[in-house]
């Protein structure tokens, strides 16, 4: 299971502690589910990883978001793995042609 901590700042008078801002680590892939003063009651997305800057997400409470993000990650994160293996299929054929011995 994908752990999320919360790393909200609370003041020490915060009677209810609701999170704001709560991060996750997938190997090294950092996604932060959070909310933004610009963003008034929208939940966001942001993965440096990723070059993901406050996404606005459409969900409206803080698991939803959670999901709705996870999701939005898996897709880019498919994407790439596409986009990767066909670089390295393009890379091989141009070593192979230029006679060097590759690994597969």
Same mark, same amino acid.
């Given at each position: 299971m994908i752990q999320w901590e919360d790393k909200?700042? /609370?003041?020490?008078?915060?009677?209810?502690?609701? =999170? &704001? @801002?709560?991060? $996750?680590?997938?190997?090294? #892939?950092?996604?932060?589910?959070?909310?933004?003063?610009? /963003? =008034?009651?929208? !939940?966001l997305l942001t993965s440096k990883y990723l070059f993901i800057d406050k996404m606005e997400l %459409?969900?409206?409470?803080?698991?939803? $978001? +959670? %999901?709705? $993000?996870?999701?939005?990650?898996? %897709?880019?994160?498919? /994407?790439? &793995?596409?986009?990767?293996?066909? $670089?390295?299929? &393009?890379? +091989? %054929?141009?070593?192979? /042609? !230029?006679?060097?011995?590759? @690994? #597969?």
């Amino acid at each position: 299971m994908i752990q999320w901590e919360d790393k909200t700042t /609370y003041s020490r008078d915060d009677n209810e502690r609701i =999170p &704001q @801002i709560l991060e $996750a680590r997938i190997n090294s #892939i950092g996604i932060c589910v959070h909310r933004h003063i610009r /963003y =008034p009651g929208k !939940w966001l997305l942001t993965s440096k990883y990723l070059f993901i800057d406050k996404m606005e997400l %459409k969900s409206e409470n803080i698991d939803d $978001a +959670k %999901k709705e $993000a996870l999701s939005i990650v898996n %897709k880019h994160l498919m /994407y790439m &793995q596409i986009e990767i293996s066909n $670089a390295i299929k &393009q890379i +091989k %054929k141009e070593l192979i /042609y !230029w006679g060097m011995h590759i @690994i #597969i």
